[in-house]
């Protein structure tokens, strides 16, 4: 298994990549297995994270989404369908 470390044009930051991994192997499996967990795991906390930031919104009377539509408001015609 060979790891490059190739930098990212756009932010900078460093990127590691894996050549020649043989997930057929058991350490090739336990290295996919491992990231595979920590995937897992980042999604988990990022979705409880999520929750908890919409649950404190909540609470202090905030909510978001879309506003709603404008159906009760009597239409205005747009500017240049008034003169003609």
């Known amino acids: 298994m060979r790891l490059g470390f190739p930098r990212s044009v756009s932010e900078g930051t460093p990127i590691a990549t894996v050549h020649d991994l043989d997930t057929a ?11 595979a967990l920590l995937a897992e795991w980042e999604r988990d906390t990022l979705r409880e994270r999520s929750r908890a930031g919409l649950e404190y919104a909540r609470s202090q009377g905030r909510h978001g989404g879309r506003p709603p539509c404008r159906l009760n408001r009597p239409m205005r015609p747009w500017p240049r369908y008034a003169a003609g």
């Open 25 to 35: 192997s058991p350490a090739g499996k336990l290295v996919v297995s491992v990231l």
